[in-house]
């Protein structure tokens, strides 16, 4: 029969997990599934103020909120709604048939052929990158350089010519924006956004910032739009079964939503995945070799190149695991539902969490320890589905993953086709916001090939 009582940690007296979750919110999940199990309950913040949610950390649980009743868990959380009000009711946001008209609309963008024709721009890039590189003194922080490559990817991608106009707004005004958006929706309280203060007036500066370029660039393409290959003038093209296109605004939170998803989730894989190869030389050796026998010359990596690179994917989708970019996903349960057992009043936030999932003892020996091996295709045919989900599930599974795999895996083979790493990091601390964040710089030493 299942039960009511739902376990998890007492915490403080009238705080809860409160000061926890603010000091180490990750391994406050995970300690929480390590002594509770695999649904718990977690409270935080004083009588009346007090927020309540169900940690869901089975893969099998993880399967039922995303995927196997995915209606009765829908994104009308805290969190979404304030990503909603920044960014727009845009493709990672809406819901219902705004969702379903979307979906229908820029699904045929992200096809793999499609987005193996975004290769050579991530190529461009890639390369520029490596130039930058050599000519750095000898070390540079993964956090930042990641981040500047894969806003440059994905600004070339969406906005083709017209790049440099939009990228300094992006890179200044971006973050500023993300990190509101974030302290916004785990607030308690909330302070209604027209009050003048400056943490406000700081965001809403960067949020008409951001809107005026993507709007100007939008209005500059006028007619043209059609006819640009990239993805805005892809967008701007789409049509849906009845004829019907998305309109300046719904364009605008398109891209938006695509810079994003598209940049800070890749830039995130991109540093953990150097950041542990520059501990594990062993395994950086073997990436090398693979790579040497395919990039023969210093060729440019290619869109065909992807396939035949199953190691580095290995030692990447093994990164992922450790570091999911999307470390939690929130969720509000509609109605009543029964998940391991437990019973998840209707209301309630649920979250489920890849960073601890991708830890569950059951489905991972020795989880903390870095082993690509565990990517080999029988391996990953041998476990559940959803043991390992870093671009979530179900129906709304990221429509970007063959993109971040693509950008990433080229991005990593130009970058270690001509440099050894080390890290001068032994650890690296964690935080997370809309996605996973270091909580300070992680350091690469670089070595010329």
């Known amino acids: 029969m299942p039960t009511t009582q739902v376990p998890g940690p007492a915490g403080v007296p009238l705080l809860g997990s409160m000061f926890d979750l603010k000091r180490d919110p990750l391994g406050t999940y995970l300690a929480a599934h390590r002594e509770y199990g695999d649904v718990v309950r977690l409270t935080a913040g004083p009588p009346g103020l007090r927020a309540e949610f169900y940690g869901v950390y089975s893969p099998e649980g993880a399967q039922q909120v995303l995927a196997g009743q995915a209606a009765n868990f829908r994104k009308e959380n805290s969190f979404y709604e304030e990503i909603r009000i920044s960014f727009g009711n845009g493709l990672l946001t809406s819901q219902d048939t705004d969702y379903q008209r979307q979906r229908r609309l820029i699904q045929p963008l992200f096809t793999r052929r499609r987005v193996d024709g975004y290769a050579d721009a991530i190529g461009i890039e890639a390369e520029a990158l490596v130039d930058r590189w050599g000519g750095m003194p000898g070390s540079v922080d993964a956090v930042d350089e990641m981040s500047r490559f894969a806003l440059r990817a994905v600004s070339r991608i969406l906005f083709g010519a017209d790049l440099e106009t939009a990228l300094d707004s992006v890179r200044t005004n971006f973050p500023v924006l993300a990190h509101y958006v974030t302290a916004r929706g785990f607030q308690p309280v909330r302070i209604p956004r027209t009050w003048p203060t400056p943490s406000n007036r700081e965001a809403m500066a960067a949020e008409r910032a951001l809107y005026q370029v993507c709007d100007s660039i939008i209005a500059a393409r006028g007619g043209a739009a059609a006819e640009s290959d990239d993805l805005l003038g892809l967008l701007a093209a789409a049509r849906d079964e009845d004829g019907a296109q998305l309109d300046a605004t719904e364009l605008r939170e398109q891209v938006l939503v695509f810079l994003l998803a598209g940049h800070e989730t890749t830039a995130t894989s991109l540093t953990f995945t150097l950041h ?148 001068l990091d032994n650890e690296v601390a964690l935080t997370h916001g809309i996605t996973l964040e270091a909580a300070s710089p992680v350091r690469l030493r670089l070595k010329r090939r």
């Open 276 to 423: 542990l190869l520059g501990h594990h030389p062993e395994v950086q050796a073997r990436v090398h070799e693979e790579l040497d026998g395919l990039l023969a010359g210093g060729r440019r990596p290619t869109a065909a190149d992807y396939n035949e690179l199953p190691y580095l994917t290995m030692v990447l989708k093994e990164a992922m695991r450790l570091y999911p970019a999307a470390p939690v996903i929130g969720r509000l349960a509609v109605a009543e539902s029964v998940i391991g057992g437990t019973v998840i009043p209707a209301g309630a936030n649920v979250m489920v969490a890849p960073y601890v999932t991708h830890r569950h003892l059951e489905h991972w020996e020795d989880p903390e320890r870095f082993d690509p091996e565990r990517f080999t295709p029988e391996a990953e045919a041998a476990r559940h589905r959803y043991a390992w989900f870093p671009f979530g599930g179900g129906p709304r599974a990221c429509i970007g993953q063959h993109f971040s795999m693509l950008e990433s895996v080229l991005g990593l083979a130009a970058l270690l086709r001509t440099f050894e790493v080390e890290a």
